[in-house]
């Protein structure tokens, strides 16, 4: 068995260093590492360079195409995932594990534990780094009956067995053959390329046990703004399959979020909080 890794990098100088610890500590036989490289405003390609050079692995860097704006459709993901699938064609590995570039935690079992489970596509559950309360990452392309994963309580998180879902993204492992028959599309191609493959009486999984960390982007001031189309105004779903509205879940955030500000205020400036409460 061999596994080909696939990550994006572009301006990731202030995390690379962390993710590419994780992913040389990595048990498993990895095959290759390609690293799809994006024009930066830092040092990411030294970093990649660096790596490639020291690396107890394979390591190959190739640059993401050029795409006309007039085709991008506010996103170029796409075609950066089509070339990802021509050079996992040509490397003859068993396995495609998609790794984003801004992990910055995962496990060293990670491959031979999602291998075992032995699913079409399979992913980890992706939290974000540091919250209070855990903060589920990537709540717009994990979805389940066509929802959008609850941050706060998404699903599987009292399971301990792997489960069925429409799409994943940011780090699953997939058999080969699976992943090339998959077709990818703008927007948000893992959404289209997960319904490609369901369409194809294939099954996408996640594995409740497996988390990784997705650094807290928010904390470095990185937002992330959604398309305005209607993939985007799904509802949310939580381990209880209970449906929640945007407005809903954006109120909950925006009250986590005050309530972690007055606790700070509470503890460090309480001259200031205290009077204005009176």
Same mark, same amino acid.
């Given at each position: 068995?061999?596994?080909?890794?696939?990550?994006?990098?572009?301006?990731?100088?202030?995390?690379?260093?962390?993710?590419?610890?994780?992913? &040389?500590?990595?048990?498993?036989?990895?095959?290759?590492?390609?690293? /799809? %490289?994006?024009?930066?405003?830092?040092?990411?390609?030294?970093?990649?360079?660096?790596?490639?050079?020291?690396?107890?692995?394979?390591v &190959?860097?190739?640059?993401?195409?050029?795409?006309?704006?007039?085709?991008?459709?506010?996103?170029s993901?796409?075609?950066?995932?089509?070339?990802?699938?021509?050079l996992?064609?040509?490397?003859?590995?068993? %396995?495609?594990?998609?790794?984003?570039?801004?992990?910055?935690?995962?496990?060293?079992?990670?491959?031979t534990?999602?291998?075992?489970?032995?699913?079409?596509?399979i992913?980890? /559950?992706?939290?974000?780094?540091?919250?209070?309360?855990?903060?589920?990452?990537?709540?717009?392309?994990?979805?389940?009956?066509?929802?959008?994963f609850?941050? +706060?309580k998404?699903?599987g998180?009292?399971?301990?067995?792997?489960?069925?879902?429409?799409?994943?993204?940011?780090?699953?492992?997939?058999?080969?053959?699976?992943?090339?028959?998959?077709? +990818?599309?703008?927007?948000?191609?893992?959404?289209?390329?997960?319904?490609?493959?369901?369409?194809q009486?294939?099954?996408?999984?996640?594995?409740?046990?497996?988390p990784?960390?997705?650094?807290?982007?928010?904390? /470095?001031?990185i937002?992330?703004?959604?398309?305005?189309?209607?993939?985007?105004?799904?509802?949310y779903?939580?381990?209880?399959?209970?449906?929640?509205?945007?407005e809903?879940?954006?109120? /909950?955030?925006?009250?986590?979020?005050?309530?972690?500000?007055?606790?700070?205020?509470?503890?460090n400036?309480?001259?200031?909080?205290?009077?204005?409460?009176?």
């Amino acid at each position: 068995m061999s596994v080909l890794i696939g990550t994006k990098v572009k301006d990731a100088e202030s995390w690379l260093p962390r993710f590419i610890t994780q992913i &040389e500590n990595l048990n498993g036989p990895i095959a290759k590492i390609v690293a /799809m %490289y994006a024009e930066s405003r830092d040092r990411s390609f030294a970093l990649l360079d660096h790596w490639r050079n020291t690396s107890q692995h394979d390591v &190959e860097i190739y640059a993401d195409p050029y795409i006309p704006p007039g085709e991008r459709h506010g996103a170029s993901l796409t075609r950066v995932k089509q070339d990802l699938q021509k050079l996992l064609k040509q490397s003859g590995a068993e %396995y495609f594990l998609n790794v984003d570039c801004d992990l910055v935690l995962i496990p060293p079992s990670l491959i031979t534990r999602l291998m075992r489970l032995d699913k079409d596509l399979i992913a980890a /559950m992706v939290w974000t780094e540091g919250r209070n309360p855990p903060t589920f990452f990537d709540t717009y392309e994990f979805r389940l009956d066509g929802c959008r994963f609850h941050p +706060y309580k998404p699903p599987g998180l009292a399971q301990t067995e792997p489960f069925a879902v429409d799409s994943v993204s940011t780090c699953y492992l997939a058999k080969s053959e699976i992943e090339l028959a998959g077709i +990818y599309s703008n927007p948000y191609p893992h959404i289209p390329f997960c319904k490609t493959l369901r369409d194809q009486g294939y099954q996408i999984w996640v594995d409740p046990t497996t988390p990784v960390f997705h650094v807290d982007l928010e904390k /470095m001031g990185i937002g992330r703004q959604p398309l305005p189309i209607p993939l985007s105004f799904a509802p949310y779903v939580d381990n209880m399959n209970k449906k929640y509205s945007p407005e809903q879940v954006g109120a /909950m955030i925006y009250h986590l979020v005050r309530v972690q500000y007055d606790i700070n205020l509470l503890a460090n400036h309480p001259n200031t909080i205290e009077p204005a409460y009176q």
